[in-house]
């Protein structure tokens, strides 16, 4: 099973500066970061990339007032290990044994979502408490 809590509250994270900023038009205030990036928002994972190899990671505030909904998207690579690995040219090489690799972010973006522009390769609104990984 994939452990996705540093990606949630990285998200979280950043829907929180983006509201705390103001950054996004008619954000509000009030969404703080949680120490529990599950409290206060729904997340969904999903296989990302090429052959699957990244991860997205989507997290929804709750509703305002007028219907929109801030969403953090977090595109990223799981932690995994390299195995064995030869490199060199012609007349040398080069072996060297397996490594670990950390979390890898490729991609954090916070903007504001309403029912009517919701992007077709993503859900309609996550609420409050929804982890979905796939």
């Given at each position: 099973m994939i452990n996705t809590t540093?990606?949630?509250r990285a998200a979280t994270r950043a829907l929180a500066a983006t509201v705390s900023a103001g950054i996004l038009i008619g954000a509000g205030v009030g969404y703080a970061a949680r120490s529990d990036a599950s409290t206060?928002?729904?997340c969904e994972t999903i296989r990302w990339g090429f052959l699957g190899s990244?991860?997205?990671t989507i997290c929804d505030t709750p509703r305002y007032p007028d219907g929109h909904w801030n969403r953090a998207r977090v595109v990223w690579t799981p932690a995994h290990y390299v195995p064995f690995t030869c490199s060199g040219g012609m007349y040398y090489s080069?072996?060297?044994?397996g490594y670990d690799v950390g979390d890898q972010l490729q991609a954090k973006e916070t903007y504001p979502v309403n029912d009517s522009?919701?992007?077709?390769d993503e859900p309609g609104w996550l609420p409050t408490g929804t982890d979905v990984i796939r």
């Amino acid at each position: 099973m994939i452990n996705t809590t540093w990606h949630k509250r990285a998200a979280t994270r950043a829907l929180a500066a983006t509201v705390s900023a103001g950054i996004l038009i008619g954000a509000g205030v009030g969404y703080a970061a949680r120490s529990d990036a599950s409290t206060g928002v729904g997340c969904e994972t999903i296989r990302w990339g090429f052959l699957g190899s990244q991860l997205r990671t989507i997290c929804d505030t709750p509703r305002y007032p007028d219907g929109h909904w801030n969403r953090a998207r977090v595109v990223w690579t799981p932690a995994h290990y390299v195995p064995f690995t030869c490199s060199g040219g012609m007349y040398y090489s080069s072996c060297g044994g397996g490594y670990d690799v950390g979390d890898q972010l490729q991609a954090k973006e916070t903007y504001p979502v309403n029912d009517s522009n919701v992007l077709p390769d993503e859900p309609g609104w996550l609420p409050t408490g929804t982890d979905v990984i796939r």
